[in-house]
Every structure is written in C-alpha cells, then in structure tokens.
C-alpha cells in the first residue's frame, strides 16, 4: 500500500523571508499531485518537505501516517524515490552503482540488485549490457535522466517525488519519458507528486493539480476540471500552454 | 667524474634515500592532521577561516627563519632530524588543508542533496560521496606537499636534518661545484619524479570523478 502523505498548515521560514506560508496539502495513498507555479513559488520547496530535505518552521508533515522525526528520517528517505532536474548522478560511480545505491544501503545482495537493474533499465529502454559499467559522463542528458529515474524506483518506493524531471531534456525525449513513468505506476502505484512549471505536462501525469504562489496553495483542483478553474493565475498558465502550443503547431 | 662517484656514489644514494625517507614521513603525518581538519573546516567555516589563516601564516615565513624559530623549542626543536622533520610537517599542511577544504566543498550540492535524499547518513555522504569527488583534489595537495617538502629538506641539512642539503651544504663550504651537483641534482630530480608520478594518479582519479569528459567510447 503506497504511503498517504499529509501536509499540515507548513510555513517555511528562511533569512529570506517565507518561503511557504501555511501550505495544507493531502495526498492519498496511490495518487499523483502535480505541484505548479511560477519560479520561487515554494513548489520545490513543497517536495522536499516530503523527504525532510526542507523542515517545516510551523506545521507538521505526516507520511504514511507517522510524523517525521530525525529518528525516522533516513529509514523513510529509503523507501521515497526522488529525481530531480539536475539528475545528480554520482560522477564517481558507474551506472550500476549509481541504480544500486539505496538497494546497497538497505542491504540487497550484489546479484538482486544487478538483476533489478537489468529489469528495469532494459524497461527504461537502456540496454543493461551497454550501459551498466559506463560512468554517468559518459551518458547524453536523456540517458542520464533515464538512468536517475531507475535509480528512483529499484527499490519500489512507497512515494515517488519528481521535481522539474524532464525540464532539461528536448521535447521528443521528454514525451517518451512521461509516457514510460505512467507505464511503470500504471503497473505499480505509488503516491507521487510532481513539480512542473509547464501546464501540460502536470496534466498529462497527474490527476490533480495544486497551484502555488508565493508560497501559498491557491487552486486545488482535478486535472479534469482545468477548463472549470477560474483562479486568474490558472487561467494565466492555460494561455501561455495555449499560446505556446499554437506556436509549436 | 668517475673517480668522483666511485668515491661519492654510495653517499649520494644514502641521502636521496634519507631525503625521500624524511619527506615522505613529514607528508604522511601531515596527511593524517589536514584531512581530517580539511573535512572539520570545510564543515564549520569559522574553524575553516582559522585554521587556514594558521597555516597559511606559516607557509609564510620563510623555511631557514622557521627552522631558526624550532631549534630554541623544547621537544620538538634542537639540532637534527626531528626538527627538519617538524619544519617539513607544518609547510605540508597548508597545501594538504585547503586542498582537503576546496575539494569538499566543490562537490555539486545537487548530487549531495541526492546523497541526502537517498537517505545517507552522514558519514556514508562523506565517505561514498564527498571524499571519493574530492580526491584528486586532495591528491593535488598532496603532489604540492611532496614537492614543496623536498625542496625545504634540502634547506632542512643547515639544522642537522640530514638528506641531500648536506652534500649541497659541504660543496659549498669545499668551493666543490661537483659536490653541490651531487646533492643539487638528485634533489630536482626526485621533485620532477614525484611531480610527474602524483599528477598522473591525479588524472586517473579525476577521470573516475568524472571530471574529464569520456564520450570517447
């Protein structure tokens, strides 16, 4: 059973000024959220309080039901995948090593974590026998990423946490990584929540969306009920999709 | 000059292999000091801005005056071996340091995030992530340390501390240029040798960090 999880009343506080005020946000057991907002918006920051990369000044963050606490922290962290833009790979590692760090952290013999990796890489369309001894500089940017995305989801995590995965890579690649990250929840689910600046895509993989700004929640909606929304910064982003898609035409 | 090494050869020998020998033990213990205070200091970067301000201090002053400063000091002064070696000890440190403290705070804070993420715990990120990232920036350090070291060494002969110096020291006092080769020569030899054989690992180990591209194959 993917873990629910449970954001309550969170303010973020930094030297800066907040950088959440106040976000409530509850995600189901199995359900995809797609966080959207303009830069700075706290859409990151909303993530990462997720797997206590970002502690909250005010409020509680509950997963699976349980709050986090510095006791539970690393033992939670390795069963939350996260992959983020900048894929961070380690660039000392090969690309079996790097799939292989949390299964090694959580123990699993050397060929259970090789035939995993063979498994899922070959799903992600990156041939096991060409790639698992390469070293990450070795590999093009969509490699890399797919390469991040298998070291996400070895382990089978409970919640999987995306921030801004595909915004550097090029559209077509971009689409094909989307469509093979619904495949594999279609075929395991799991709680996901996923930051996007871009519209279309936070509707293509998720069911419901939560808009941010300034650190706030304003529009929670289903992805179904876009054209239903009426919050002028919402209608805002359909414009810019709408603009942008006529361009692309 | 075969007269002169049939006579001298032997001699020559037993300094360059007092010379390594004393170089190298300074640089070992001045390993086991600044990377354990490079990784505190690239922590905390108060402690950093101190212990970096130290020892850049003493790589300041030139090494005949802190060789003058060690022979009064009791224990680890006097004239011979030991304070050559304490001399060699504190000029290793600075490179070895700050080498230690730029090479950990280098490493890109998104794949230490990650690190974080995946849940490492402190002391995995270090070993498995930040160390292994930093080393051939470490290992710089060090190949300047060696190098350094070898030429203060030669300096390390005025205070008794044995090595190459000695050769150099007594072709002055004889007016004897070949004498002065014997210890000169070696000398320079044994840093270029030692520069080229650390930077090599050094580039080894920065195409395991990742550091040089490989598209190539």
């Known amino acids: 059973m993917a873990w629910p999880v449970a954001i309550e009343g969170v303010s973020v506080a930094k030297a800066s000024g907040l950088i959440l005020d106040g976000v409530t946000l509850s995600v189901g057991s199995g359900e995809s959220v797609a966080l959207i907002g303009r830069s700075g918006a706290g859409k990151t920051s909303a993530l990462k309080l997720v797997n206590g990369l970002v502690m909250p000044t005010s409020g509680s963050v509950r997963v699976d039901e349980q709050p986090l606490t510095p006791a539970n922290l690393v033992e939670r962290r390795r069963r939350i995948g996260y992959i983020v833009q900048g894929v961070g790979l380690f660039p000392h590692r090969s690309v079996l090593a790097n799939i292989g760090t949390v299964p090694s952290l959580l123990g699993w013999p ?88 871009d519209l279309p895509e936070a509707l293509r993989m998720a069911g419901r969306v939560v808009l941010l700004d300034a650190g706030r929640v304003m529009a929670d909606f289903a992805a179904a009920d876009i054209e239903k929304v009426s919050h002028p910064l919402v209608r805002r982003f359909v414009e810019s999709a709408l603009a942008l898609g006529a361009t692309h035409a | 000059m075969r007269e002169f090494l049939e006579n001298h050869g032997a001699e020559i020998l037993r300094m360059t292999a007092e010379h390594l020998a004393i170089v190298v033990v300074a640089v070992i213990i001045a390993t086991t000091i600044a990377i354990p205070a490079g ?21 300041t ?7 003058g400063f060690l022979i009064p000091l009791p224990f680890i002064g006097g004239i011979g071996t030991r304070t050559a070696l304490v001399a060699l000890v504190l000029y290793s ?57 070898i030429g203060v060494a030669t300096i390390g002969a005025a205070v008794g501390g044995g ?30 040798i030692a520069d080229f054989g650390l930077s090599a690992i050094e580039r080894k180990l920065s195409i395991r960090s990742g550091d040089a591209a490989r598209k190539e194959d």
């Open chain 2, 93 to 149: 440190l600075l490179p070895i340091l700050r080498n230690t403290v730029i090479g950990i705070r280098e490493v890109d804070p998104v794949v230490r995030e990650v690190a974080v993420a995946l849940g490492m715990e402190p002391r995995q990120i270090l070993r498995q992530v930040e160390l292994p990232l930093a080393a051939p920036v470490i290992l710089g350090g060090i190949r300047l340390a060696v190098v350094i070291g």
């Open chain 2, 39 to 59: 990784i505190l200091c690239a922590r905390r970067s108060r402690w950093g801005g101190l212990f970096l301000r130290v020892a850049d201090a003493v790589q």
């Open chain 1, 110 to 197: 050397a060929p259970r974590i090789e035939a995993a990796a063979r498994t899922l890489l070959d799903r992600l369309e990156i041939p096991f026998d060409h790639f698992a001894h390469r070293f990450p500089s070795q590999l093009s940017g969509g490699e890399q990423q797919r390469v991040g995305i298998a070291r996400a989801l070895i382990f089978e995590p409970e919640v999987l946490l995306c921030d801004e995965p595909f915004g550097a890579l090029d559209p077509l690649i971009r689409r094909e990584l989307q469509q093979l990250l619904l495949e594999i929840r279609r075929q395991r689910p799991m709680t996901m929540l996923f930051v996007t600046h």
């Open chain 2, 61 to 67: 002053i030139p090494s005949l005056a802190l060789f």
């Open chain 2, 163 to 192: 090595g190459l110096g000695t050769l150099i020291f007594r072709g002055v006092a004889m007016v004897d240029s070949r004498l002065i080769l014997a210890g000169a020569i070696p000398a320079a030899l044994l840093a270029l």
